[in-house]
């Protein structure tokens, strides 16, 4: 009896296959079962091609028709396998395949990350250059008294540094026995041309005339003026003392000589400057000065006179750059109301530069990678795609956009570090990776799975 269990238990096990298998050949569905072990894997591929559908922000959920994502609630885009990525695409398939480089936010998760956005506005961009500046002496304004002939100081007019002189005023007089004979020859030079000009001869009258001009000649050499000369001839006495002037008004900025000194010909007495008008160089960094034109306004603020600006022109922009504080010299020159500036007085310099009208947008909406410049731009409500732009100008807090934005683009402004994080988790068109991160041809992991609500999110929706 044993024996016979032994054998029937078998038999009756290999009489149910054949049953079952004769039902399913004649079903059809034998066919789709046995397709799993064909050397050739043509029905695998045949279930693979099967559409699945994703979504765009939780990549793991996978559902085999078209809906909505059970967590955040948007629609779900076709899932592209391997060999349709690598056929050629068509226009959908290519939307569908840039869309995964979007990112989508419900509107707790904007809450949430802090999320604001800002239109790309086409208007006038006025960037400030602001700068540091030194005042110094206007050069063409400035002057030394020098002895034209040698002698001894007998009187000073200037008494000490930073009294004021004119020119019709003399700054002092020098005794000079040099020119004491001179005017002395000039005299009878004088009383020669008045005997000599009844002269029958004309050769002997001319010479007379002569004579005059060439002693007078002698004088201005010495620094005489031609005012002083006539003096000089109604006179008919030469004077002691030679009246020396400055050659413009302004103030003693150094005096070299005291009273009585003895002086050769051409040493300095006074150094004269005109502060009427000054000089202010400012120095304004290399990738600013580009935008520096002669002839533009700048405004001068000095901590002497707090909330009392000056204001001047640029005059000239130095041909060199200064190599320690990598720095361009320009020249502004400005009238010196009251002499409030001072020589070697330190200002501050504000210099408005109008670039036009240009897309600008909030600095805080454009992240560098250190390789490119990256926006977020909202397409539709909630949904973010990265873009590239060139950047120009930068304000204060606003920067130009050269490309990639046209006016009215929303960008991103706040939370943009968020969003690209998001990105980079679930495989999107982020930037770059961060150095020193190996992918080793691998793709990121997908994005952890927010807390779900029980009656909308199955564990079968999810492809783990």
């Not at 100081?153 to 000490?160: E, G």
């Not at 002499?339 to 909030?362: C, E, N, Q």
Request: with cysteine; aromatic share 6%; net charge positive.
């Amino acid at each position: 009896m044993a024996l016979n269990k032994k054998i029937a238990l078998p038999m009756v096990i290999l009489v149910l296959a054949v049953v079952v298998a004769s039902w399913l050949y004649r079903s059809g569905k034998m066919s789709k079962v046995s397709g799993w072990f064909k050397s050739d894997g043509t029905a695998k591929q045949e279930l693979s091609a099967k559409p699945v559908y994703t979504c765009p922000m939780h990549p793991f959920i996978i559902k085999d028709k078209p809906g909505v994502c059970p967590i955040c609630g948007m629609e779900l885009i076709k899932k592209l396998n391997d060999a349709q990525t690598a056929a050629p695409q068509t226009p959908e398939q290519k939307q569908q395949a840039a869309m995964l480089g979007h990112v989508a936010l419900s509107p707790t998760q904007r809450v949430m990350a802090n999320v604001a956005t800002a239109e790309a506005r086409q208007e006038d961009l006025n960037r400030e250059i602001n700068a540091v500046g030194i005042v110094q002496y206007d050069q063409s304004r400035q002057a030394k008294v020098t002895a034209w002939i040698a002698g001894r100081i007998d009187k000073l007019h200037v008494s000490a540094v930073g009294d004021y002189v004119g020119r019709n005023r003399p700054v002092a007089e020098v005794y000079s026995p040099d020119l004491l004979a001179s005017q002395q020859e000039y005299l009878l030079a004088i009383k020669s041309r008045e005997q000599l000009k009844d002269s029958p001869i004309p050769s002997i009258a001319q010479n007379g005339e002569g004579l005059v001009q060439s002693a007078k000649q002698r004088l201005m050499l010495f620094g005489v003026k031609e005012s002083q000369i006539a003096q000089l001839e109604k006179a008919g006495k030469p004077n002691i003392r030679l009246p020396i002037y400055t050659p413009l008004s302004g103030v003693v900025i150094e005096k070299m000589v005291q009273q009585g000194q003895y002086v050769n010909t051409g040493d300095v007495l006074f150094n004269i400057a005109d502060l009427s008008r000054v000089w202010v160089e400012i120095e304004v960094y290399e990738n600013e000065f580009p935008n520096i034109r002669i002839g533009q306004r700048v405004e001068i603020q000095s901590q002497s006179f707090p909330g009392k600006p000056f204001s001047g022109r640029i005059a000239f922009i130095y041909p060199f750059l200064d190599p320690k504080t990598r720095t361009v010299k320009a020249r502004v020159e400005m009238a010196n109301p009251g002499l409030k500036l001072k020589p070697d007085m330190f200002v501050r310099a504000s210099v408005k530069v109008a670039l036009g009208k240009t897309i600008v947008v909030p600095v805080t909406a454009v992240m560098d990678t250190g390789k490119r410049q990256v926006a977020w731009v909202e397409t539709s409500p909630g949904m973010f795609e990265p873009r590239d732009v060139q950047l120009g100008q930068r304000t204060d807090d606003r920067v130009q956009v050269l490309s990639g934005l046209k006016p009215g683009d929303k960008v991103a402004v706040s939370g943009a570090y968020l969003i690209d994080s998001e990105s980079q988790l679930k495989g999107g068109g982020g930037h770059e990776n961060m150095p020193g991160m190996k992918m080793d041809g691998q793709k990121p992991a997908p994005a952890a799975p927010a807390p779900a609500k029980k009656d909308t999110l199955k564990m079968d929706d999810m492809k783990m």
